[in-house]
Nanobody
Framework: QVPLVESGGGSVQSGGSLRLSCAASEYKYSRSCMGWFRQAPGKEREGVAAIDSAGSTGYADSVKGRFTISQTNGKTTLYLRMNSLKPEDTATYYC????????????????????WGQGTQVTVSS
């Protein structure tokens, strides 16, 4: 059973915005490290934003200044706000969680993440 459920994907024009959500209320370690990854056709899955148990965040260089990762106070929902979208942001976006009750430092190595959502498609047209 997947405890993470993404929503909010869609199609937008270049320069537009989207907010992705990841429901984590069923995840026993919702206060652990969590992250957003994306995978475009023919490419490897890459980390774009991550947050640790203390709320410290990190971003891939390609999205810095445009994307913001956040959580609700109860950490039951993870968000990814995406502004100034570009065609190269087109991908399937996944939220993921580390299998640990507490985690220090945002993580970008997908091998550290055990739980994954089903993905939501984001398409940016020029």
């Amino acid at each position: 059973q997947v405890p993470l459920v993404e929503s909010g994907g869609g199609s937008v024009q270049s320069g537009g915005s989207l907010r992705l959500s990841c429901a984590a209320s069923e995840y026993k370690y919702s206060r652990s490290c969590m992250g957003w990854f994306r995978q475009a056709p023919g490419k490897e899955r890459e980390g774009v934003a991550a947050i640790d148990s203390a709320g410290s965040t990190g971003y891939a260089d390609s999205v810095k200044g445009r994307f913001t990762i956040s959580q609700t106070n109860g950490k039951t929902t993870l968000y990814l706000r995406m502004n100034s979208l570009k065609p190269e942001d087109t991908a399937t976006y996944y939220c993921a969680a580390v299998d640990a009750a507490y985690c220090v430092g945002p993580r970008f190595n997908r091998e550290e993440y055990r739980y994954w959502g089903q993905g939501t498609q984001v398409t940016v047209s020029s």
